[in-house]
């Protein structure tokens, strides 16, 4: 019996407390985890099932060895999120060792150290996916393809293999980019998947839409111009081709539209949407593609808290003010 004497404010009436919210974040990946686990095979599945294990041993232990409880009665799903946003986001041929330094570093570093779930400054996936990408870049560039691509093949969750020649990306056709059938990460190829997890996180009311929209939007529109500065062409299929692709669509539906760590209000949401494009196309040239996608998001991520300050403190000069002159 818990003597966890805490309740919710009375005014608080909502179904989507924490639980409710990580359970439908988990429900929305599936497709991406059959898609996954369809063309990778059995050493996606371990190397999914392995991430999600570990985030909850280490979170665990945390928890015990601080004395800290996980705040209430029920499990926290939030370790189980956190950990399969990891290994979607790695390589298919990823060794198990990259993959613990990836949990370690979100859970121990990025999560724990904040207080925990609902605690965390910056999304604890998106900081250990960038972790090992920045201090172990050869254990993150495990793709395979082909006759490489074999279901049974294990050994490369134990030693990492080098990657093999990738094909290129502009010449796929528009069928192969929506079912994610090209060598990419576990999780974040299939347009479709994400797609179809996006639209039932809207429907379950566990995703504020603005700063996914003007992500994506932002980097529409900005894609010729920064196209055009690098490489002095613009290609519309290759413009089509990035967005589908590079993982921005997954960082989009699944990190920026995450409830803890991005801006909660309007304005402020549609402000860090237009710098993470910014930003990424910014540094798109000059840094690995995941280092470039995922170096915006924790911008925005610590820049949320101050965005949310100073929105709500013009509104409520704003009222202060109509106050003062009606009166």
């Given amino acids: 019996m818990s003597t966890d004497n805490r309740q919710l404010a009375p005014f608080i009436h909502t179904e989507k407390n924490a639980p409710y919210i990580y359970i439908t974040i988990l429900v929305s990946l599936v497709p991406c985890i059959v898609c996954g686990v369809f063309y990778y095979g059995l050493r996606a599945l371990i190397l999914i099932l392995f991430s999600m294990a570990s985030f909850v041993l280490v979170d665990s232990f945390c928890r015990r060895f601080t004395g800290r409880r996980s705040g209430g ?3 926290d799903v939030s370790s ?5 946003l990891i290994a979607l986001m790695l390589p298919p041929d990823t060794t198990l060792i990259t993959a613990l330094t990836a949990v370690l570093f979100a859970s ?3 999560k724990q150290v904040f207080g925990g779930a609902g605690s965390n400054i910056v999304n604890p996936a998106c900081a250990g996916r960038l972790f090992v990408e920045l201090v172990m870049p050869a254990g993150t560039q495990g793709l395979s393809y082909g006759e490489d691509n074999s279901r049974l093949q294990l050994m490369s969750l134990i030693v990492q293999k080098k990657p ?3 094909p290129d990306l502009t010449q796929l056709s528009f069928t192969e980019l929506i079912s994610g059938n090209y060598p990419g990460m576990i ?15 809207t429907l379950k009311g566990t995703m504020r839409l603005y700063t996914p929209i003007t992500y994506i939007t932002t980097l529409l529109v900005l894609y010729p111009i920064a196209s055009i500065l690098e490489t002095r ?11 589908m692709s590079s993982g921005a669509f997954f960082v989009a539906v699944f990190l920026l539209g995450d409830l803890t760590t991005m801006p ?10 237009v710098v993470c494009a910014a930003l990424t196309l910014i540094t798109k040239p000059f840094l690995a593609p995941m280092v470039s996608l995922l170096a915006p998001v924790m911008a925005v991520n610590f ?3 101050v965005l949310d300050f100073f929105s709500k403190t013009l509104s409520r000069r704003k009222i202060r003010s109509r106050e003062v002159d009606v009166s």
């Fill in 233 to 243: 062409t613009f290609s519309f299929d290759g413009m089509v081709v990035y967005i």
């Fill in 303 to 305: 820049l949320s808290f």
């Fill in 187 to 201: 999780g974040t190829a299939c347009f479709a998947c994400i797609l179809a997890g996006g639209l039932f996180l």
């Fill in 73 to 75: 009665d029920y499990f």
């Fill in 164 to 166: 093999g020649a990738l």
């Fill in 108 to 110: 121990i570093v990025t």
């Fill in 264 to 273: 909660s209000r309007f304005a402020p949401g549609v402000f860090a949407g």
């Fill in 80 to 84: 189980l999120v956190e950990g399969l």
